[in-house]
């Protein structure tokens, strides 16, 4: 039979634009988190990852909200730049799953030149 | 420091073959786990070695093994090979695993073909 794949939410964003990349998670267990980028061909690379007792993280043009209320996590991208065409991942783990991450379908960003 | 190295980066195997892909982790990290990432079902964790023992495992049949040597490089092992094992194999090391924001770093995978 058919087979039916995940279907990855994606997000196109002009190059120059700010991007922003959403996750939501369920376990009220999560303490940490992670953004991983994965490009064609490539494993997850680290981005950016945030403690549960901090809403906001930033780095190099990446910042990481953390809103645990709502159990939701988002990237934001400033300045999007063709080289970060990629698949994003959010990465979970409780202080109940020992060093399991549980990882978010992903969501597919193309930035157009 | 070198990442996570994994070896070979693509295998080709027909239905009933066994397979065995190797992972050295960081140097210093002591816990690697692995994870099978498809088009279907994205990125499923298959399990977790620290100290040469297995410390966590995912949902997969009896099929999927691994182990891990004195030096923290871990191999795994898929016997009876079936198509819907071709998928991207990724291993991802952390320097325990105990500290609850211990991060995982990928390697590059291997990418298996079952035909």
């Known amino acids: 039979g058919e087979s039916v794949g995940l279907h990855l939410p994606t997000l196109s964003v002009q190059e120059g634009d700010n991007s922003i990349i959403n996750c939501a998670y369920s376990?009220?267990?999560?303490?940490?988190f992670i953004w991983y980028k994965q490009e064609s061909g490539k494993g997850p690379q680290f981005i950016i990852d945030?403690?549960?007792?901090?809403d906001k993280r930033q780095g190099q043009r990446v910042t990481v909200l953390l809103n645990k209320t709502v159990k939701h996590l988002s990237l934001q991208i400033a300045a999007t730049q063709p080289g970060d065409s990629a698949v994003y991942f959010c990465a979970e783990k409780g202080w109940d799953t020992g060093n399991q991450f549980y990882f978010g379908t992903g969501t597919s960003l193309t930035v157009i030149p | 420091k070198a990442g996570v190295t994994q070896t070979p980066r693509y295998l080709i195997k027909t239905r009933g073959q066994q397979v065995t892909l190797s992972c050295s982790p960081i140097s210093g990290h002591r816990s690697v786990s692995w994870y099978q990432q498809t088009p279907g079902q994205g990125l499923q964790f298959l399990f977790e070695?620290?100290?040469?023992?297995?410390?966590n495992k995912g949902n997969f049949p009896g099929r999927f093994s691994g182990r891990q040597f004195s030096n923290s490089r871990s191999e795994m092992n898929v016997s009876t090979l079936e198509l819907g094992d071709s998928a991207l194999y990724l291993c991802?090391?952390?320097?325990?695993?105990?500290?609850?924001?211990?991060?995982?770093?990928f390697g590059p995978g291997t990418r298996l073909t079952v035909l």
């Open positions: 376990n009220s267990a999560s303490d940490y």
């Open positions: 991802a090391s952390s320097p325990s695993g105990r500290a609850s924001t211990d991060t995982q770093y």
């Open positions: 945030i403690r549960s007792n901090m």
């Open positions: 070695y620290f100290s040469e023992t297995q410390r």
